[in-house]
């Protein structure tokens, strides 16, 4: 099986709620967080130049096991699970040191966008399955943020 | 079977992303408003006085079929839709007037918390789901931001 | 003095956080609910139909008085305090019950967009300070959700 | 003067808006990473063990000059531009590359909390204020999200 793709990153106060861990729906923004890193890995975009083109998402789901809390790090692990003529499902297994915080997908359509904002589905472009499944997932750093 | 319980609202400009739509994680957020209004409808909140009980999210999807867009009054539909011993399933339906917008379903689980912030799972206290049930969906007023 | 335009409604749950109070930059977006409010009510968009046109922020800032918590009721009332040939200055002042939130400014500048993106300043359209000013406050509601 | 603490991120979709820009709320969670990663950087933790003790925001405010969009690399400067007895004050100042972003400011008090949740002004420790002034901004990574 294909090496999963790897995002790390670390919770941020506001990510967190009254129950003292990290809100249900931020995995979701995690997930995305991923793909889009894995995109810019590839040496693509998800918002490309032209408006006209888009991606959205029609499901994504998740399964929680373990909470996040503030300043945890944890890494997002992202594979491509599924592939039709006009949507890509990825799947996402996220990680706390060894500690198995949960899973999910995100399936998302290629659409155009017309003038008045209508999204009509089209073929994924060739190529970009590929691109994403070609990268070489390593230590290096993409989004990140420095301190000392 | 049974009427589901309504909420209603309205979109906010944060709610929306560079793609003109709503983020798809804020979908997420739209359900819970739903569930947390039917607990306050049946004389119950989700954040009880005693901090050692919770109601964590263990599952949670969202398919969507059309966009909703800023300022877009909107419809969700809730209902029971399976209860075990531990956990409660919802099951949600989004409409902006006539148009479907997209279905979704969570799943919490009853904990107590410990001082040191383990969660473990217990029965769901009685009564609970029969009182959400019970629940008579009018056009009274919950949750309303007035303006003139 | 004028009366302020008045927007009302209830603390969510995602909007707390670990600290058990609702974050800090929560306000800014209760502010700009109330303004979006306030020009719903007035006949006006602030996302007109032209994309060409918008209303960047060019300065913000709230001092906090008293926390808000999950389930809170709280009212935000907002003013007109200033206006200049391209800006328009927001007061707002926030309450729950008879316990005094906190106060805050928002400064919005009118904008044309061109096609790659840059914005420039422009006058404020005729009548929209009027349209806003003209708004009578009373108890009808306006963004809604509605349960039992 | 102190140099800054420069804390380092890039711009994530989900916190763009529909006018293809990041929603002016989100700078507010950009200022308070930077004060988190810097509290980091010391040793300290703005969120202690005791959760008897805290820093709620007394005021906040932002100033935009330049928008940020998607995937934007921006950095935070940070500097404790004010002391007294029970708060401090935080400057911040925001660039992508060479274009100034726009500047901000963060007073926190030092509290403790009661068990009821009531929050009380207490004298901020002592040391803390030196232990941040005492950080060696360097090139170090922190808070990092790694791909290929």
């Known amino acids: 099986m294909n090496e999963p793709f790897l995002y790390r990153r670390r919770i ?11 809100h249900f729906s931020r995995y979701f923004r995690f997930m995305e967080e991923a793909e889009h890193a894995w995109w810019r890995a590839a040496g693509l975009s ?9 991606w959205p998402r029609v499901a994504a789901a ?3 096991k373990r909470p996040l809390r ?19 499902q990825y799947g ?8 198995f915080v949960g899973h999910g997908t995100i399936t998302v ?9 209508v999204m ?5 472009p060739e190529g970009v399955v590929e691109r994403l499944r070609g990268v070489q997932t390593g230590p ?3 989004d990140r943020a420095t301190g000392p």
């Open 109 to 117: 359509a290629c659409v155009t966008v017309s003038a008045d904002g």
């Open 12 to 22: 941020q106060f506001a990510e967190t709620d009254m129950a003292g861990i990290v």
């Open 140 to 142: 290096a750093s993409d």
């Open 70 to 88: 503030f300043e945890d790090e944890f890494t997002v692990a992202a594979r491509i699970t599924g592939v039709s003529r006009r949507t890509i």
């Open 120 to 124: 009509i589905s089209v073929d994924v």
């Open 62 to 64: 998740f399964n929680y």
């Open 92 to 99: 996402f297994e996220m990680r706390r040191d060894d500690t």
């Open 46 to 54: 998800i918002a490309p130049a032209d408006p006209a083109q888009g």
